[in-house]
């Protein structure tokens, strides 16, 4: 029997909040809060297509509380929303992590603006914690930053890493090898979606059938009204 997946997605900056969110290049807030939330939503959903014990956890900005378009995350079942105060964050990742580890769960903790992670993805990461030695499971995206990591064991170190998911993979390697475990590299999976370029390569992807199992119609739908848009930067 599969031991418990605690998903954890950690936003670093309010994303739901039209008034603070930080605005994509050459995008208003309103829709720099559509990309970055259905980011999210959309991996929401291909964790929840998982035939695994799974439970999500995301940690939102104390500035998205009662922010429109939350009540949409309801539908997730499996998902706890915690909010956290500035400067509190790595405090809350700590006691996450471990929780995680006394109830002897496994920890995936995915960047929360990638796109291309799919349901196999997830399984394999989870294959490769679910050994007994102290491992950390890594998947790189194909434009340069890290998609998500796994553990199978807990250490304040990794809320360090966790804090800075965001940062391109070559910042986070001396963090990464920092650890007190066996790093394993998974290969390349998903796009981090934080320039224009990335948004273009975004398209590139959704307009692919290899999207399919990662991305569903209804999600799709929403990004194509973001390119449609913004058709000047594609």
Do not use: W
């Amino acid at each position: 029997m599969h031991r418990t997946v605690n998903v954890l997605f950690y936003v670093s900056k309010p994303v739901f909040n039209l008034f603070e969110v930080e605005e994509f290049p050459h995008f208003d807030k309103s829709n720099s809060s559509f990309l970055r939330r259905n980011l999210l939503i959309n991996q929401f959903e291909v964790v929840s297509t998982l035939d695994l014990p799974v439970k999500i956890t995301a940690l939102f900005h104390q500035f998205d509380i009662s922010a429109e378009g939350l009540d949409e995350l309801q539908r997730f079942e499996n998902l706890e929303i915690v909010f956290y105060e500035e400067g509190n964050q790595n405090q809350i990742i700590r006691e996450i992590l471990e929780d995680t580890d006394e109830a002897q769960n496994l920890i995936i903790a995915v960047n929360p603006l990638v796109m291309g992670l799919k349901p196999q993805d997830y399984v394999e990461m989870v294959k490769q914690v679910e050994l007994e030695d102290e491992t950390t499971f890594l998947i790189r995206s194909q434009n340069g930053y890290l998609s998500a990591v796994a553990f199978n064991y807990m250490e304040s170190k990794q809320s360090d890493l966790l804090l800075n998911i965001l940062k391109p993979y070559d910042k986070l390697l001396h963090q990464i090898l920092m650890l007190n475990s066996r790093p394993i590299t998974g290969g390349f999976a998903g796009t981090v979606v934080k320039s224009t370029k990335d948004f273009k390569l975004l398209y590139e992807y959704l307009s692919a059938k290899e999207s399919i199992p990662a991305c569903s119609f209804m999600m799709h739908d929403r990004f194509t009204e973001l390119f449609v848009e913004y058709k000047e930067l594609l």
